[in-house]
C-alpha cells in the first residue's frame, strides 16, 4: 500500500471512529510532526489480525489508541472491547 493510500485510510477510519479510541473511548490523537510516541497516539488495529490473514482495510481496521493496541496482543478484538467495556460507565458505540 501506498503511504498516501495509508493516510487516506487512516483518515477514513479516524472519521468513522470520530478521533476516539474504540476499546477504552477516549479521544486518541494523530500522529503528526513531533507526535511519534504517546499512549493517546491513534493507531489502526486489525480486527481480524494479519496473522490470521486479517486484511488492512477499513472493515478490519478500528481506530486504538496505542496504550490498547499494545494491551490487546493478540486477544480477541471482540473480548478485549468487551474487556475494557467493563471497566468503564459509559455505554460501548457499536461500531459501523
Ligand atoms: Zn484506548
Known amino acids: 500500500m501506498k503511504p498516501a493510500q495509508r493516510i487516506k485510510l487512516f483518515g477514513d477510519v479516524y472519521a468513522r ?3 476516539c479510541c474504540v476499546y477504552c473511548g477516549k479521544p486518541a490523537r494523530r500522529p503528526g510532526r513531533g507526535v511519534k510516541r504517546a ?3 491513534a493507531t489502526l488495529d486489525h ?4 496473522s490470521a ?3 488492512l482495510a ?3 481496521l ?3 489508541c496505542s496504550a ?3 494491551e490487546r496482543g493478540t486477544m480477541d478484538a471482540a473480548a478485549f472491547r468487551a474487556l475494557k467495556a467493563a471497566g ?3 455505554p460501548i458505540s457499536t461500531p459501523v
Open 68 to 70: 490498547c493496541n499494545n
Open 62 to 64: 478500528v481506530l486504538a
Open 53 to 55: 490473514g486479517g486484511p
Open 47 to 50: 480486527v481480524a489480525p494479519r
Open 17 to 19: 471512529d470520530k478521533g
Open 58 to 60: 477499513r472493515d478490519n
Open 39 to 41: 499512549p493517546d497516539l
Open 88 to 90: 468503564r460507565d459509559e
